[in-house]
C-alpha cells in the first residue's frame, strides 16, 4: 500500500501572455495571479503482481478552495484509476551461430 497527501496550488496566470514590461514589475505577482486554487489530494494506491499480470489501483479525495478560481468555492473530488497490465518476454542471444 502507497499513501498519498499530495497539495497543489494553481494561480490563475497564463504564460502564454506576453512578459509584462520593466515598469510593471512592482504590481506583477511573483509567483501566483488572481485567485489561488488550492487542491489537497489524499489517496491510497496499491499494486497486486502474479505472474506476468500486474494490477495498479489509487484513489482518493481532492478538497478544492476557491474552486475554479472563485474567491470562497469549495469542492469535494473523489478520483481513482485502475491499470491492468501483462508482460510479454522472450530470451535469446544477440548475434548468436546456430
Known amino acids: 500500500l502507497e499513501p ?10 497564463d504564460p ?3 512578459h509584462p514590461l520593466p515598469p510593471d ?4 505577482a511573483t509567483l501566483f495571479q488572481g485567485v489561488m486554487e488550492r487542491t489537497w489530494r ?3 494506491g496499491a499494486d497486486w503482481h502474479h505472474g506476468r ?6 484513489g482518493g ?7 475554479g478560481h472563485a474567491q470562497g468555492a469549495s469542492d ?6 485502475l491499470g491492468i497490465k501483462y508482460t510479454l518476454a522472450w530470451e535469446g542471444r544477440l ?4
Open 16 to 18: 502564454r501572455l506576453p
Open 76 to 81: 469535494t473530488r473523489w478520483v481513482g484509476t
Open 95 to 98: 548475434g548468436s551461430t546456430p
Open 53 to 58: 499480470w500486474s494490477v495498479r489501483g489509487n
Open 42 to 44: 489524499v489517496a491510497l
Open 61 to 67: 479525495a481532492h478538497f478544492i478552495t476557491n474552486t
Open 25 to 28: 514589475y512592482p504590481a506583477t
Open 4 to 13: 498519498e497527501l499530495t497539495l497543489l496550488r494553481q494561480g490563475e496566470g
